[in-house]
């Protein structure tokens, strides 16, 4: 499986951005998806997933009413629409995969992982 993330950048704090992640090497419809971050001198951590159908999703709750994470099982992406962001949202963002019927709710749950798109939010 590779996952390519694309649409990060700098942000003003208030202001939006959508990452995409493109899916190949497997059947995107029978992965769940999801989103992890990992900020400068701090561990990874979950973000958001969603199921294999798209019906299911789950969202850490410093994102949580922030985020939307979504999918377009017949183009194999992934999104991440992200709004009102924070300085705190400063990041590189992954994209992961996650082959085993459940809904991921831990980036322990995720086994296949994209390069990464840095997002910096400005104060």
């Known amino acids: 499986v590779q996952l390519v993330e694309s649409g990060g950048g700098l942000v003003q704090a208030g202001g939006s951005l959508r990452l995409s992640c493109a899916f190949s090497?497997?059947?995107?419809?029978?992965?769940?998806m999801g989103w992890c971050r990992q900020a400068p001198g701090k561990e990874r951590e979950f973000v958001a997933s969603?199921?294999?159908?798209?019906?299911?999703?789950y969202y850490a709750d410093s994102v949580k009413g922030r985020f939307t994470i979504s999918r377009d099982n017949a183009k194999n992406t992934v999104y991440l629409q992200m709004n009102s962001l924070k300085p705190e949202d400063t990041a590189v963002y992954y994209c992961?995969?996650?082959?085993?019927?459940?809904?991921?709710?831990?980036?322990?749950?995720?086994?296949?992982w994209g390069q990464g798109t840095q997002v910096t939010v400005s104060s």
């Open positions: 992961a995969a996650d082959p085993n019927g459940r809904l991921p709710r831990s980036d322990k749950d995720f086994g296949s």
């Open positions: 090497g497997g059947i995107f419809s029978t992965y769940a």
């Open positions: 969603i199921s294999w159908s798209g019906g299911s999703t």
